[in-house]
């Protein structure tokens, strides 16, 4: 076990590499750059800019930024925006609590709904119950997240003419109030994760339902809660299980839109600026860490996997 956990931590690292390579590069594709941006707001004369770009080493070759880039990296700095002459570690630092957060509460929440009814679904395989969890699973997957958020907003200032606070909000300092700006962009995106998980998880309790050892388990006269408890759902959770993980790191690294209507000051809004700006060290250092967690979440997932099916052996 401790030579995979080690191989596969060495693997992370070409991965990390491509990623920054592959970020570094389609960043300088984008028309403009930051200064460019900035001239917009403050009037930057040409001349200006390119000063400001070589005092910002932009005019030296691109395998000279990208290796001063990386070499900083590697040691956990990740260098100053260039946009707003902000440490880059100290916005990660204050936005990744809000991101985790965010996404924590939608995938419990999405777990709690999607697994309960994607098994109950598949134990009562067509019956209404089972065309109306597959009706609203589809619909959780048909309507985007941020018209949902956008409703949400609109419904909530003109019905009761309040909207959720934004911006940072410890949960330890006013419990409340946290509450209160993470309580619908949970469910939001909860329910939309809730929805792959649920159709996921019907899917494969349907096929072990069809096992020989459930026959078999049935024909011993055991009752339905055991047979799906204990030798149902261990077995159906595996491919779940993976579909969870990759759900968990897209909502670390995919709720720019969300955060931005609900005006949570987290890693998607950080982001949404850094995009708007041209801040190229602020886009490389959100996508290293994105690329960085999917991993880490891929080797917790492969861990668990031995956990939950005692045959296989990971070495």
């Known amino acids: 076990m401790a030579q995979y956990i080690v191989r596969r931590l060495l693997l992370m690292v070409p991965v990390l590499v491509g990623v920054s390579l592959l970020v570094f590069a389609l960043a300088r594709v984008l028309p403009g750059d930051v200064f460019v941006a900035q001239s917009v707001n403050s009037g930057l004369s040409p001349e200006a800019r390119e000063q400001l770009r070589e005092e910002a080493g932009l005019n030296r070759p691109l395998p000279v ?21 902000q440490s880059v570690n100290k916005s990660l630092k204050r936005a990744f609590p809000i991101t985790l957060e965010l996404a924590l509460l ?31 699973g589809v619909l959780g997957l048909s309507v985007p997240n941020f018209v949902i958020g956008t ?34 962009p949970s469910l939001i995106l909860g329910a939309s994760f809730s929805a792959s998980i649920m159709r996921m998880t019907r899917s494969t309790v349907l096929g072990v339902l069809r096992e020989d050892y459930i026959r078999t388990a049935r024909a011993k006269g055991l ?29 670390l690294g995919g709720s720019v839109i969300i955060e931005n209507i609900f005006s949570l000051t987290g890693i998607g809004a950080i982001t949404f600026d850094a995009i708007n700006n041209r801040d190229y060290i602020v886009i490389q250092a959100v996508a290293t860490l994105a690329a960085f967690v999917f ?11 031995a956990w939950l099916d005692p045959r296989i052996r990971l070495a």
Do not use: C, M
């Not at 999405?110 to 209404?128: E, F, K, N, R, Y």
């Not at 019905?159 to 006013?174: D, I, L, N, R, Y």
């Open 65 to 85: 930024q990208y290796l001063e880039w990386a070499g900083n990296a590697v040691r956990l700095d990740f260098g100053e925006s260039l946009y707003n002459k």
């Open 106 to 136: 939608a995938s419990l929440i999405g777990i709690a709904i999607a697994i309960p009814l994607g098994v109950i679904s598949a134990a009562w395989q067509g019956s209404p119950f089972d065309y109306l969890s597959r009706f609203f």
């Open 151 to 184: 409703l949400t907003i609109s419904y909530l200032a003109l019905w009761f003419h309040w909207t959720p606070p934004g911006g940072k909000t410890s949960v330890f300092e006013e419990p409340w109030l946290n509450i209160q700006q993470f309580v619908f």
């Open 223 to 251: 009752y339905p809660r055991p047979i799906l408890i204990g030798h149902v759902l261990r077995n159906a959770l595996l491919p779940v299980l993976t579909l969870a993980g990759t759900q968990v790191g897209f909502l």
């Open 295 to 305: 991993a880490g979440l891929n080797l917790l997932i492969d861990l668990s996997y």
